[in-house]
């Protein structure tokens, strides 16, 4: 039971060295429509689109676009409509 605690301990400690905070906070992104007032999000262009889906098709989520709540939601109604006129797939292999 002693041996454990201090096996935990020491894991603890271990993790507490390889964590690097320096790596973790790395520059705020910046939703790219609200930044720039003129981008107009386009369900009927795909290569726009393209940037919001992975290779599956699927749509990113916000930590990786980097969108505000608000574009966010913008982005996954474009894609859906995208979607539903065979200009983007569903889901690819
Ligand atoms: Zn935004």
């Known amino acids: 039971m002693a041996d454990?605690?201090?096996?935990?301990r020491n894991n603890n400690k271990n993790y507490d060295e390889d964590y690097n905070p320096k790596f973790r906070?790395?520059?705020k992104k910046v939703c790219?429509?609200?930044s720039?007032?003129?981008y107009v999000l386009d369900y009927k262009n795909p290569?726009?689109?393209?940037?919001?889906?992975?290779?599956r098709g699927k749509i990113l989520p916000r930590r990786n676009?980097?969108?505000c709540a608000k574009h966010q939601r913008d982005i996954?109604?474009?894609i859906k409509r995208a979607r539903h006129i065979a200009i983007l797939p569903y889901a690819q292999n």
């Open 4 to 8: 454990k605690k201090q096996n935990k």
């Open 25 to 27: 906070k790395q520059r």
């Open 32 to 34: 790219v429509m609200c």
């Open 36 to 38: 720039d007032k003129n």
């Open 47 to 55: 290569e726009q689109l393209r940037k919001f889906i992975n290779e």
């Open 65 to 67: 676009t980097g969108a």
């Open 76 to 78: 996954t109604t474009a």
